[in-house]
């Protein structure tokens, strides 16, 4: 069974960066995929971005050349670096890995979860 523990989170204003950490426990991440997700108020869960087993990554549109995903094996950590934040990224954001090295954008496609780290940009 693996843990998993988001920090990072905080309060900021716009254009502002942010770099979210995602710690693993009780299972090696290597070779295993990983991805973030945020939720919004009022809003479902979605995928923010992802990286596979082979340090293949992928984005969604919204967040794509302002967001990077990176990952430490030795560490057993993911990171999520975030550049010019905007209000629109204010969210609660999820850390995830699932029992194949493919990655996923679906929810329902992530067996482990964080608790969230809760993200405000505002002015």
């Known amino acids: 069974q693996v843990q998993l523990a988001e920090s990072g989170g905080g309060s900021v204003q716009p254009g502002a960066s942010l770099r979210l950490s995602c710690a693993a426990s009780?299972?090696?991440?290597?070779?295993?995929?990983m991805g973030w997700f945020r939720q919004a108020p009022g809003k479902e869960r979605e995928f923010v971005a992802s990286?596979?087993?082979?340090?293949?990554?992928n984005y969604a549109d919204s967040v794509k050349g302002r967001l990077t995903i990176s990952r430490n094996n030795a560490a057993n950590t993911v990171y999520l670096q975030m550049n010019s934040l905007e209000p629109e990224d204010t969210a609660l954001y999820y850390c995830?890995?699932?029992?194949?090295?493919?990655?996923?954008?679906?929810?329902?496609?992530?067996?482990?979860w964080g608790q969230g780290t809760q993200v405000t940009v505002s002015s």
């Open positions: 990286i596979n087993g082979y340090g293949v990554t």
């Open positions: 009780g299972r090696t991440i290597n070779n295993y995929a």
């Open positions: 995830a890995t699932r029992k194949s090295s493919y990655a996923s954008i679906s929810v329902k496609d992530y067996a482990y």
